[in-house]
Each structure stands twice: as C-alpha cells, then as structure tokens.
T-cell receptor, first 110, second 113 residues
Framework: SQQGEEDPQALSIQEGENATMNCSYK?????LQWYRQNSGRGLVHLILIRSNEREKHSGRLRVTLDTSKKSSSLLITASRAADTASYFC??????????FGKGTLLTVNP | EAEVAQSPRYKITEKSQAVAFWCDPISGHATLYWYRQILGQGPELLVQ????????DSQLPKDRFSAERLKGVDSTLKIQPAELGDSAMYLC???????????FGPGTRLTVL
C-alpha cells in the first residue's frame, strides 16, 4: 500500500520556534493531506494541497509540495504548546490501498 | 458541524470473546474507512468502503475480522474471537469521495484481557 513517510520521527522545540517536518511518497498523487493527532484522540485534517499546487498557507501552517521529488513539507510557525501532537501526511492518489505512515511526534516545550 | 460518530468509546473484553464496533459517518459521505492504530504507530487501514462495496480489505485479518456497510451509511466492524494482539484504537473515518479529506471519529479503544 502507498503511505507517506514522515521525517523526522520526533522533533522537540521551544515555544515560539518554527517546526518543519517532511513527507516522502512513492507513486503519483492527486493531492497530499496533512493531519494532526493529539494524544489518544482521532486525527484532525489540517490542510490539503493539490498536485498542481506548489505552496499553500493556512494560518500558521505552510505546506509545500514538490511532485518531481515526491516530497512535501509542513512548516508550523511560532509554535505553541498546544501544537504538541503527532503529524501525519497522506498521499491522495487515484488508486486504493492508501494508508498512513508512522508520523512525526512534535513536542513544543513551554 | 457534522461529525463521525463511533461507539462504544471504550471496550474491555476477554480473549476469545466477540466484539463489535459501530460507526456513523457524516451524511452524504460515500467513502468510509476503518483503521487500527497501535500506540506509537500510525493508523493502519483495515477496510475501505465506497458506498456499500468493499474496495480494499487487503490488511483485514479475514479469519477473525468482518466489516459491513449494508445500506451504504453506517458500518459495523466485528472481531470474533478477539485475541490479545487486537488491543488497539479502532478509528473510523469518512470522506465525500475516496481522495478527499477524511473526517475521523473519536475512536474505540479496545483492551483484550
């Protein structure tokens, strides 16, 4: 099955700093989605970027997509303690058998 | 705002017993997903429905797991018999179509003793 692979597996920063996490995938996509999961809860959709887009913003989030390198990055600016969570990317393709990777565990220290 | 509903939220059972989980997706969503998530891992897709049809169940342990979405609306995931290794969070999600944003329910945390 196709899944995104997030990197790094864990990231620890201080409040107010920026956090960058990366995602790589293997086959063609129609879009790429980022999700957040707070401890013990369901996933929440953050942002979707289509394959013909290179960059997208939503509040403090900035996502880039490079289809030639099959990679995406998620930047969270001015991080807050409430941003502490696991972050997952999901490569949305036309085929089935899509699933999630292991995610990036972000810890924002107050 | 419409949400995906799941029940029960927590389930404790003994091994070899049968358990069932229920999911009610957002109205109008054609695609429904069941995931299993072990602590520290990402969600693993167990089964995906498009309306009432199964389009992917390649990771579903079919000797003990079954899933149905009879009228293309709500869905049930069953495990019989439960094993110790089935302890996990079971997440349900739905989307308008198969490539769209997924909306997740709160999950059912299963503990098998």
């Amino acid at each position: 099955s196709q899944q995104g692979e997030e990197d790094p597996q864990a990231l620890s920063i201080q409040e107010g700093e920026n956090a960058t996490m990366n995602c790589s995938y293997k086959t063609s996509i129609n879009n790429l989605q980022w999700y957040r999961q707070n401890s013990g809860r369901g996933l929440v959709h953050l942002i979707l970027i289509r394959s013909n887009e290179r960059e997208k913003h939503s509040g403090r989030l900035r996502v880039t997509l490079d289809t030639s390198k099959k990679s995406s990055s998620l930047l969270i600016t001015a991080s807050r303690a409430a941003d502490t969570a696991s972050y997952f990317c999901y490569p949305g393709g036309s085929n089935y058998k899509l699933t999630f990777g292991k995610g990036t565990l972000l810890t924002v220290n107050p | 705002e419409a949400e995906v509903a799941q029940s029960p939220r927590y389930k404790i059972t003994e091994k070899s017993q049968a358990v069932a989980f229920w999911c009610d997706p957002i109205s109008g969503h054609a695609t429904l997903y069941w995931y299993r998530q072990i602590l520290g891992q990402g969600p693993e897709l167990l089964v995906q429905f498009q309306d009432e049809s199964v389009v992917d169940d390649s990771q579903l342990p079919k000797d003990r797991f079954s899933a149905e979405r009879l009228k293309g609306v709500d869905s049930t995931l069953k495990i019989q018999p439960a094993e110790l290794g089935d302890s996990a969070m079971y997440l349900c999600a739905s989307s308008l179509e198969k490539q769209d944003t997924q909306y997740f329910g709160p999950g059912t945390r299963l503990t098998v003793l």
